[in-house]
């Protein structure tokens, strides 16, 4: 054997294992990319019930919150009548109040003039 027979021998060897070696990091980067496949399956497994549930509450609230404005709705409309019926009231009886008060001060006044 020459020297370039040897030389031969020592490049394949050399890009035998290379191959070996590069076949093997390939071989370890498949199965993270297989692991991280799975535990990301896992992971949307665990969460789409979740966001259901989610979806579910909101729908929810939104039927309670719809209940809600039609009570405050309510309560405006009362709020609105209280306010015009105590409108009424006091226009109603604010004024013969005033004129019994008047009276009566008038009357008071009088009384206490006669007396003296």
Not at 36 to 45: C, Q, V
Not at 46 to 51: A, G, H, N, S, Y
Not at 56 to 83: F, M
Request: with cysteine; hydrophobic share 55%.
């Amino acid at each position: 054997m020459t020297v370039r027979d040897w030389a031969i021998i020592i490049a394949v060897l050399f890009w035998g294992l290379l191959v070996v070696f590069v076949c093997v990091m390939l071989a370890k980067v498949v199965g993270l990319l297989d692991e991280a496949t799975r535990d990301l399956r896992e992971t949307t497994d665990r969460i789409l019930p979740t966001l259901e549930q989610v979806t579910e509450t909101a729908a929810g609230v939104n039927v309670e919150l719809a209940r809600v404005d039609t009570i405050i709705a309510g309560v405006q409309s009362i709020t609105a009548t209280t306010d015009q019926l105590v409108g009424v009231v006091n226009a109603t009886v604010s004024n013969p109040l005033i004129k019994a008060a008047g009276f009566a001060a008038g009357a008071a006044r009088a009384g206490r003039k006669l007396r003296d």
